[in-house]
């Protein structure tokens, strides 16, 4: 599982229906590829924002588990959002169970695939990596795959 492999499944998250109750699951069998418990949510009403970053920290289903249980890693997106509103809101909400929050911003381009028809392409675009543990596996293929990534070292369980 690589980089290709995570960018399309977040891709195609944004990419759903905005009410489309899976459209995580792509990512989330990324994530349970390599052992983990992990989900995203993506945010795009500004009235949402609270409850879109509680979503990463909430306790659910995941691929390859039989028990309920909080994600380790997860992906947040954003659009036209502030990272300075963002960014107090998931520390405030990390737990320990969290190894990573991935912030991601999205751009949306419109393609001409054809003269009679339109293609609408993601750009994925980390911005900030949120971690407890630097030396993890994933966090470790994060850095590799966005040179530049700015992170953000949370100490325990919260700050």
């Known amino acids: 599982m690589g980089r290709e492999e995570f960018e399309v499944a977040v891709s195609s998250a944004v990419l759903a229906k905005r009410r489309s109750g899976h459209k995580w699951k792509p990512l989330e ?6 052992g983990y418990r992990g989900t995203g949510a993506i945010v795009e009403d500004p009235h949402q924002l609270r409850n879109r970053i509680s979503q990463l920290f909430a306790v659910r289903a995941h691929p390859g588990y039989e028990n309920k249980g909080p994600s380790e890693h997860t992906v947040f ?4 959002h502030d990272l300075d509103e ?18 991601v911003k999205y751009q949306r381009a419109t393609i001409n695939a054809h003269s009679d028809s339109k ?3 993601i750009r ?19 850095k590799e795959w966005y040179p530049g990534l700015v992170l953000v070292r ?6």
């Open 77 to 80: 997106v954003f659009g036209d």
């Open 154 to 159: 949370i100490a325990g369980d919260s700050i």
């Open 86 to 103: 963002i960014l107090p809101i998931i520390i405030g909400r990390w737990n320990a169970n969290a190894i990573s929050v991935l912030v």
């Open 29 to 34: 069998r990324f994530f349970a590829a390599l």
């Open 124 to 142: 994925v675009n980390p911005v900030l990596l949120l971690t407890a543990r630097e030396d993890e596996f994933l966090v470790r293929r994060y």
């Open 119 to 121: 293609q609408v392409k």
